[in-house]
């Protein structure tokens, strides 16, 4: 069993990752009389589509290039729709990731607004 070095670091960093979301969103729920619903919303939203796209990253890019896995590249040679699915999702991904990312910024700075006009 030998591995690609940089795959290596990619799947721990992948594994961490994904174990550090589940800790914050753990926390975000203990906290959740004092952040806002929005906030939480959009943060386990972002948090799921991080999460996918890594997944979909994973398998569509890495696990191609590695030898371990030919079986699963063999497969995927085969199944053209499969394949295609997961080459199609990698941009949208990375465009929900974006996506996310602006509501994020509005809900941040919405709450900021309303604190600072002493409003709800």
């Known amino acids: 069993f030998s591995?690609?070095?940089?795959?290596i670091?990619?799947?721990l960093y992948g594994f961490c990752g994904v174990?550090?979301?589940l800790i914050v969103i753990y926390a975000m729920y203990a906290l959740r009389r004092i952040l806002h619903r929005s906030f939480i919303t959009i943060f386990c939203i972002m948090?799921?589509?991080?999460?996918?796209t890594w997944l979909n990253s994973w398998v569509s890019i890495r696990l191609l290039n590695e030898p371990l896995f030919f079986f699963y590249y063999e497969w995927a040679s085969?199944?053209?729709l499969f394949r295609t699915t997961l080459n199609f999702l990698v941009p949208?991904?990375?465009?929900?990731?974006n996506i996310?990312?602006?509501?994020?910024t509005i809900d941040r700075?919405?709450?900021?607004f309303a604190v600072s006009m002493d409003t709800k």
């Not at 996310?100 to 994020?104: E, F, M, P, S, V």
């Not at 700075?109 to 900021?112: N, T």
């Open 47 to 52: 948090a799921i589509i991080n999460i996918a």
């Open 19 to 21: 174990a550090a979301y």
């Open 9 to 11: 670091i990619q799947l």
């Open 3 to 7: 591995m690609l070095a940089s795959h």
């Open 92 to 97: 949208q991904f990375y465009f929900a990731q």
């Open 100 to 104: 996310c990312l602006l509501l994020l």
């Open 78 to 80: 085969q199944n053209h």
């Open 109 to 112: 700075f919405a709450a900021v």
